[in-house]
């Protein structure tokens, strides 16, 4: 498909020629080196099919003359894979000879890299420069051969290919990504042996290999995808059938190269991209039914039933007009089947929401799939396409000559590759993979540097909400998480990585916006009410898609924010039902689904950021935390830090209060970017702290974490509580990590374990004091009363068995009367929690029971 | 137009044989230039025939017009051909053109051409903003000079190969300009009409253009809407546009019915085979490339960022306007008591909720502090007497102030129904509107007397979480199917109720009434709609879109006095005053000075917002648990 634009392209292309001769040796004449390749290679050339491919054969006289002609076009060395010849009438097929692998393998056409491909080779030097537009430019290369419009000299390119396929050794690579593959050799032979055994002919290349194993084949390789892959393809299969003689594949080995560039944003693709190899990402929102597409029209004369195929030519077939064998006109009838036909898909793509400037609506591109690709990808799927970006220009009308001046754009994609799948799987480095430039990595990490960066980071965070340090602090290390660990292999499965956080509070204390400060903040972020937002709107649903018929898994607030953070208002309201979903979420990471005869487990490794208001409108202080909320301690024991944001009813304060927000409303937009650290500057922070800084525990660090544990038993042994639970360190461990992401330190040291400690305890200062003793209660996150009030209800239920005991044979009383006698006789204050508490457990007990305003004894 | 002349200046670019093709020339930018220094002489904008107001078959293809719009949506970039060659078929004469301002190409493009140049543009769907008022629509439209434009309307029958014809060959009246190396050749007409006859023609406008734009939904963001709507294509700088911008835009009309017959043609020659046929679904055919006749398209030279849309408003910014602010300034004092006086007639003798509604009627979100929108100011109208259709007839009265505005009629139905958020629709590739897409500073009328018993539906819930989202923050989540993306607003929410709302707002404020239920029918009927000479209306209406964009600071010694005024507050009780409520009273105190014309506070704006606080407060108190939406 050659458009008219890209002549451009070719031409900005044309600047790198000079080095392209002189990586030959101008000690072999191309001639000469063409004829011995061609004698070496000979044998495995495909089987010669028309008179056009006989004159290559190695008996065939070499003439370089002959490549400048067009029907050079089908010369071996750039042999299209779409073009008929490759596939031979049926009986020529068979005429392979058996110990020749590439002849016996059919070449499959690519429809990806153009329908048509009508690029002959041209000599520079015998061909005046004003014939092919190409400048020549080196005055003693010799005579060069290269395909027309570009600099791309097959000889040449297929050799660099076959030397980087034979030495390329991945210095950069890690066990896990390459799994079984010997890292020390070259990594691409041990794929062409994973072909021969697996038997499936695709070879997927890494560009940025190419590009730092030769970055001149890299080059082409961007700029003329189209000659180039078919090159590659040739010089891949060469060196398959070489290596393994006996192996049976299918069809022809084929490259596809992916990462090309770095993974360019759609909205930055422009009129220069176009024929160029591209890698951008986006996310599937539309696919089309299979299209089968003609490739190669079979017409067969109605007279003497002599047959021709004819090639599609840009979505044209040229009829025929003449039967060449009996000479009748219009004889010939189209044959739909013998006709060749590929599988084609049309795929729209949409912007990742995360690329996109603000304000704006996502972009969309046209994507077309052809043959395996069709199928692969689904809406909703986020991915990696790499392919070459075409430009077509779109005709007003058949019957007007004029067009409309627009050309249609669309992707052949050549690569997919889902990022989320790569998520299900653990590995997401190449998912969240923000390129940072190196400048941005420099400011980061100067910022890093700075001793007091942990508070500038904490104050940068939601400046319009006053005070609250320790809070910001908390949130601050929930962005950063703590490190993931696997302990699949011990049983224990993943270990949870992400910080928790509740804040509790008084109505009014900006608790919703510091909720939507961290949505607006983190990439994958979701943001729900408890009031509005049901089981199935956190989890997952199944519907039927309007559009396929087919039953899909809608993923809920929970799965989205997997690998963020799910900010979670007015948890309070929410239904028992809907929380219940959460224990499973909060602790294990994952979420177990069987509805609709789908059963599957998802990950959910989302950070939980809650706000819950009192039951009481207004915090009673003489209650405890969870009295306050009346949230089930099981689900409270997952959070890892609990705040209280209360008013703090002191002059002081008010008055810091006051000018913070009096110059919120009248500072302009400047002074306040001067104050505090811009918050796209914050993001990235967190974003490379969160790929690259994996700290781990020092000596001392564990020494200080074992030291602050059984300290914190301590506390509580002493007054015959338990102030801390194995939950409690394991929620140190992660605070000590994610404090030392935030210093960009890859080891966690004792300084992390102090912090983490003093957060640790603020919060449980807070939230797990015991409003009738002042000591820290952890008892009363974990379950759900103290241990002062455990004892007292101990103590209420043995003074109404008493109560009862002593009132003699009575087998029924009546609630109130009893509740009033109990009152009446005891000297502290009874509530009616109290000693509906006191009642049950003397219930359990099967001491009596209550049925409505009527209590019975059973014994 | 009261000269009895008319103007009109049309531009066409004459393509000659220099060098389009060459990037470096920059001739793109001198047109644009050119043409800006134009529009700044006089006041040439004004003879620039609007397509808002004159009905599109009046028009003159490739003609320069204007349109005051609202960025609907958005399309994909698109790749045209910048310059490209024609050949000749008699004399293989190549001649090199230029695409740029025009959708459809000469004949004979030659596609092999070396000096084809590939350029991008953006296309943005553009309407009329949304909830415009008629007043808005009357004055601006009678403020402009009639085109000359304007001739019989059998011109449309034409060809428009033969509109081609009349560019290219008014030669007699072209004045050459040779710029360096490029040619651009600029036609005026002058010329002189006796007004009265065009104008009657214009003013009366086909009935036909709406009526056959029903089939096509012209996705307006509010119901019953009319008007034009247009594709713009942008050449440049199409990054600084946001989604819901508002605009004037200069640009020249292209209506070739060659484009509308790209889709009507369509379905009789669709071949399988070419590639090109099959990318686009009929759906997104209708929507991208809708007939030219409906939806015009628009090639953009230069657009005006519109701050507001009051036509009362000189156009150019306030700064840059010293003698209009100063004279305006000086009367705001005494406008703002008239307008007083009226208002609290209008709200059955209220005075203190009048002067909270002065307040309302300008706020205007100034910034954001990470999510915080500071300056919003949400009003709920408690205790609205739900007889004699009162909140109809409030609502008519301060459409008749404020250029824009919705009245959303709360009931159940309605919000089961209607769509408020934007969806995107990937079948039709295209952002399906919702009432909720609306331009900055739109006044939103909720009436929630019309709300009854009843169950809200999914979709219910979901427009009722999207109004108190579009309160608290100011923003509203547009539907995008498989992620939600967040716009920010700016719009002026009233809601009007019996109790107390079940929104969210910024302040609440309860009606007293000083008229006694019998007498309520006769009273309204009393309120007059145009009590007012229209001289004063326009004083209100200047006053109001005026105070709005007034520049604000707080002094020093002023923060001082508040701190210790809070930290006083709080001593005597802690429990009466929040951080919230300093919040609403440093806007409060910020739009009280502002309503008086003072751009910083003072000691006696800052007693006086206390003051109307507190006798707000105090009057919650009394009603307070009137329903079961208290806290």
């Known amino acids: ?133 190409a400048v020549a430019s080196e005055p003693n290369a010799g005579q060069r051969l290269v395909i027309w419009g570009t600099d791309v000299n097959v000889g040449t390119c297929k050799e660099k290919f076959q030397r980087f396929l034979q030495r390329f050794i991945d210095p950069t690579a890690t066990e896990d990504e390459n799994a079984g593959l010997d890292l020390n050799e070259p990594l691409y032979m041990q794929k062409l042996e994973e072909i021969s ?158 690329d996109m400037p603000a304000g704006q609506t996502p972009h969309t591109t046209i994507v077309y799939a052809h043959n395996d690709l069709v199928d692969k990808v689904q809406p909703g799927d986020r991915i990696n396409i790499t392919g070459i970006y075409r430009a077509v220009p779109m005709r007003v009308s058949p019957i007007q000559s004029n067009v409309k001046s627009v050309y249609k754009t669309h992707i052949d994609a050549i690569h997919f590759r889902k990022t989320d799948e790569k998520r299900l799987h653990g590995l997401d480095e190449d998912a969240e993979q923000k390129l940072f430039t190196e400048d941005r990595v420099q400011t980061l990490k100067e910022l890093a540097a700075k001793p007091d960066v942990y508070e500038r980071l904490s104050s940068a965070l939601a400046p319009s909400i006053y005070e609250h340090e320790d809070i910001k602090k908390g949130i601050l290390l929930q962005l950063f998480g703590g490190t993931r660990k696997d302990f699949s292999q011990t049983g224990r499965g993943n270990f949870r990585a992400e910080v928790n956080i509740l804040l509790c509070g008084d109505p009014g204390t900006s608790k919703s916006q510091l909720l939507q400060y961290v949505f607006n903040l983190v990439p994958r972020g979701q943001y729900t009410s408890g009031k509005g937002s049901s089981a199935v709107g956190l989890t997952a649903y199944v519907m039927k898609d309007p559009e396929t018929r087919q039953l899909v898994l809608q993923t809920g607030a929970l799965v989205l924010s997997d690998n963020g953070i799910c900010c979670i208002d007015e948890f309070d309201k929410m239904s028992d039902s809907t929380r219940s979903v959460l224990h499973e979420v909060m602790e294990q990471q994952t979420l177990s689904i069987a509805k609709a005869g789908i059963i599957c487990q998802l990950n959910a490794r989302t950070a939980v950021l809650a706000a819950a208001n009192p039951v009481e409108s ?123 992401k935030v210093r960009f330190s890859e080891k966690v040291e004792t300084i992390d374990v102090e912090e983490a400690k003093r957060l640790h305890r603020e919060a449980l200062k807070q939230s797990a004091t015991d409003p009738r003793t002042g000591f820290v209660d952890i008892s009363i996150l974990t379950t759900g009363m103290s241990a002062t009030a455990r004892k007292r ?67 | 137009s009261t000269t009895g002349e008319s103007w009109s200046l049309t531009l066409t ?132 000079v009639v085109p000359s434009t304007s001739y019989a309307p059998t011109r449309q029958k034409r060809s428009y190969e033969e509109d081609d014809m009349d560019d290219m060959d008014t030669q007699p009246q072209k004045q050459r300009e040779p710029h360096s190396g490029w040619e651009l050749v600029y036609i005026y007409f002058l010329q002189t009409h006796g007004n009265g006859d065009c104008k009657r023609q214009e003013t009366e406008a086909p009935s036909s253009q709406t009526a ?53 043609e369509k379905d009789a020659s669709s071949s399988i085979l070419d590639p090109t046929e ?28 519109l701050p507001h849309n009051n036509p009362l408003l000189p ?152 109004l108190g989202n579009l309160i608290s923050w100011q923003k509203v989540d547009y539907d995008f199917n498989y992620h939600q993306m967040e716009f920010p607003c700016n719009i002026n929410v009233l809601i009007a109720s019996e109790g107390r709302s079940l929104l969210p707002s910024d302040c609440q404020i309860h009606l007293q009434s000083q008229v006694s239920p019998p007498n309520m029918e006769e009273y309204l009927s009393n309120i007059q709609l145009h009590p007012q000479t229209s001289s004063q209306l326009n004083k209100f209406r200047i006053y109001l879109s005026v105070a709005r964009q007034l520049d604000y600071s707080i002094s020093d010694e002023m923060t001082k006095s508040v701190e210790d005024d809070f930290v006083d507050m709080r001593k005597d009780d802690p429990q009466s005053v929040s951080a919230e409520d300093l919040h609403r009273m440093l806007v409060v105190a910020r739009l009280l000075s502002l309503s008086l014309g003072q751009t910083s506070l003072t000691r006696d704006s800052w007693l006086r917002a206390k003051h109307i606080d507190m006798l707000r407060r105090s009057r919650m108190e009394q009603h307070q648990c009137v329903n079961g939406n208290e806290p």
């Open chain 2, 315 to 466: 156009s150019a910014t306030l700064e840059d306007n010293s003698a209009f602010l100063s004279s305006t300034l000086s009367e705001m004092a005494s406008v703002r008591a008239e307008l007083l006086t009226y208002l609290t007639h209008v709200l059955l003798g209220d005075a203190l909720a009048a002067e909270y509604l002065i307040l309302h009627l300008i706020s205007n979100v100034y910034a954001r502090r990470d999510v915080l929108p500071l300056g919003k100011f949400a009003m709920n109208l408690s205790g609205c007497p739900a007889a004699a259709l009162y909140t109809q007839r409030f609502y008519q009265i301060i459409q008749q102030l404020v250029p824009s505005s919705f009245y959303l009629g709360m009931s159940l139905q309605n919000m089961n129904q209607m769509r408020l958020v934007p969806k995107k629709d990937y079948v039709a590739n295209r952002l399906v509107s919702g009432a909720l897409q609306l331009a900055r500073n739109t006044f939103l009328f909720l009436d929630e007397t019309h709300l009854e018993q009843g169950q809200l539906d999914t979709t219910g819930v979901r427009n009722v979480t999207a």
């Open chain 2, 212 to 264: 056959s734009a029903s089939h096509l939904d012209l996705n307006f963001p509010l119901p019953g809407e009319k008007g034009p709507s247009c594709l713009v294509k942008v050449y440049e700088d199409w990054d600084s546009f946001k989604l819901n911008d508002t605009l004037e835009v200069f640009g020249i009309l292209s209506v070739s019915p060659a484009l509308s017959a790209l889709a009507d």
């Open chain 1, 1 to 133: 498909m050659s458009s008219p634009t890209s002549t451009p392209g070719r031409k900005r292309g044309r600047d790198g020629n000079p080095a392209t001769p002189s990586s030959e040796g101008p000690t072999s004449p191309p001639s000469q080196r063409r004829r011995g390749q061609d004698s070496s290679n000979g044998d495995l050339m495909p089987m010669p099919t028309s008179p056009a491919t006989d004159m290559l054969s190695p008996a065939a006289p070499q003439d370089t003359s002959l490549f400048s002609s067009p029907r050079a076009s089908v010369l071996p060395n750039e042999v299209d894979m779409s073009s008929p010849l490759m596939y031979g009438t049926p009986s020529s097929r068979v005429e392979g000879t058996p110990r020749s692998s590439v002849r016996g393998t059919p070449a499959r056409q690519r429809p990806d890299l153009g329908s048509v491909r009508k690029a002959p080779q041209v000599d520079l030097h015998s061909e005046p420069p004003s014939a092919d537009g």
């Open chain 1, 793 to 859: 209800k101990e103590e209420v239920a043995q003074a109404l068995k008493k109560l009862i005991q002593a009132k003699g044979k009575t087998p029924a009383m009546k609630y109130q009367q009893l509740l009033d006698d109990l009152r009446g006789q005891s000297e502290t204050a009874i509530t009616k929690e109290l000693f509906d508490e006191a009642l049950r457990s003397l219930a359990d007990e099967d001491y009596l029971t209550v049925t409505g305003k009527t209590v019975r004894l059973l014994a």
């Open chain 2, 13 to 144: 670019i004459i393509y000659s044989k220099t060098d389009f093709s060459n990037p470096k020339s920059g001739w793109e930018a001198k047109v644009v230039e050119f043409f800006k220094d134009r529009l700044k002489e006089k006041d040439a904008h004004t003879w620039v025939p609007s397509l808002n107001d004159v009905p599109l078959h009046y028009l003159k293809p490739n003609s320069l017009v204007k349109f005051r719009c609202l960025i609907q949506d958005m399309f994909d970039p698109e790749f045209f051909m910048g310059a490209y060659e024609t050949v000749d078929p008699s004399t293989n004469a190549k001649v090199l053109r230029c695409g740029r301002y025009k959708d459809v190409t000469e004949c004979g493009v030659d596609f092999n051409s070396r000096n084809t140049v590939t350029a991008e543009r953006q296309t943005f769907y553009c309407v009329p903003i949304p909830g415009e008022n008629p007043w808005v629509k009357e004055i601006s439209s009678s403020s402009r």
């Open chain 1, 197 to 354: 055994v697996v038997g499936d002919p695709v070879l997927n290349v890494n560009c940025l290999q190419v590009q730092s194993f030769d970055a001149e084949l890299y080059r082409q390789l961007i700029c003329y995808p189209q000659e180039v892959i078919p090159t590659f393809d040739m010089a891949v299969n060469e060196l398959f059938f070489e290596r393994f003689p006996d192996s049976i594949l299918e069809y022809q080995i084929q490259v596809r190269p992916y990462n090309a560039l770095k993974t360019r944003n759609m909205r930055s693709l422009n009129p220069e991209d176009i024929d160029q190899l591209i890698t951008i990402s986006g996310m599937v929102i539309r696919t089309s039914q299979l299209i089968p597409e003609m490739q190669e029209a079979f017409f067969q004369c109605q007279v003497c039933a002599y047959s021709t195929r004819v090639e599609v030519d840009r979505g044209r077939i040229a009829e025929p007009a003449v039967c060449r064998h009996c000479n009748n006109t219009h004889s010939l009838a189209l044959v739909h089947n013998r006709s060749a036909f590929s599988d084609k898909q049309m795929i729209k793509i949409q912007e990742s929401p995360e």
């Open chain 1, 618 to 740: 207004q915090w009673n202080p003489k209650k405890t935390t969870i009295e306050n909320i009346q949230l089930p301690h099981t689900l409270l024991s997952r959070f890892d830090l609990i705040f209280l944001m209360l008013d703090p009813q002191d002059e002081a304060y008010d008055r810091r209060l006051a000018h913070h927000l009096v110059s919120l409303y009248y500072q302009s937009e400047e002074q306040i970017e001067e104050e505090f650290l811009d918050m796209a500057v914050l993001r990235d922070y967190i974003a490379y702290a969160r790929t690259y800084i994996n700290p781990r525990l020092s000596e001392e660090a564990s020494q200080a974490l074992i030291e602050a544990y059984v300290d914190m038993r301590k506390i509580g042994s002493g007054r015959g509580m338990v102030s801390a639970y194995p939950r409690q360190l394991e929620s140190l461990i992660r605070l000590a990590e994610a404090h030392a």
């Open chain 2, 278 to 305: 099959s990318m686009e679904t009929a759906e997104e055919q209708r929507v991208h490339s809708p007939p030219a006749s409906l939806v015009p398209r628009l090639h953009m030279l230069y657009a005006r960022p």
